[in-house]
């Protein structure tokens, strides 16, 4: 009997260790690796690279193509800004130095813009103080607003109820100089409350002086500016 009782206890043993997992592949005691889910991948945005300066550009269809304008420079950065039919910004791309495009507002998919037609524009300059002034200007909801361009670069709000103010500076995008933009937003019919972008210099804006170009990457500011 002992002989056989001293037999039994390790055989037990190992049976109880298969049982509990630990006698290696038989099923027993197996836990299945949790399914992971995939991590959301961000839609890649594609446009027709061109050289240095700024552009008229069209897209889309060619019997009816959505006109746009495009600014490029040196250290690879880009904005390119397609207007609606009253030629209010509706769909922009851009691209930071050493970035990847982007789309404002952002696609749920893949976009590529092809780019029908490209026409170069005549350098416009940018010299702050030659812009310096007071001017009017309205947003796409009805709301006009009026500010002062000082010299150094500061937007400062005028007497409206719709409140502008902000910063101009130099830009390395032709045509363009670097906007940081705040509005008083249920008095400015919506628009955000800080947006950054461009002011952009063109003379087809005329008799616009400029254009003041922000978004806060969902929602784009879109104001013509005039002289007062």
Partial sequence: MNRIGAWMAPCCAALLLAAC??????????TTPAATTPAPTTPKVSVDDLPTGSYVVSTGDADSPTV???YAA???SRL????DSDDHAKQAYK?????????????DKDVTVTLLQSNALADAGGDIAKLAGRYRTGTTAGVVA???LTAEGAIVAGSSVCKLSGKVSA??????LKLSLSTS???CGGLPATASGVLALDTDYAPARFRLLADNGAQWVDLWAFAD
Avoid: C, E, I, Q
């Avoid at 997992?21 to 197996?30: A, E, P, R, V, Y």
């Fill in 146 to 148: 009026d500010f002062t």
């Fill in 21 to 30: 997992g630990g006698g290696g592949g038989n099923g027993f005691g197996t």
């Fill in 95 to 107: 691209r930071d130095a050493g970035g990847a495009w982007v789309g404002v507002p952002a696609s």
């Fill in 171 to 176: 830009s390395v995008l032709p045509n363009t």
């Fill in 68 to 70: 746009g304008k495009y």
């Fill in 74 to 76: 040196a250290d690879g």
């Fill in 80 to 83: 390119v800004v397609f207007g």
């Fill in 185 to 187: 937003t249920d008095a």
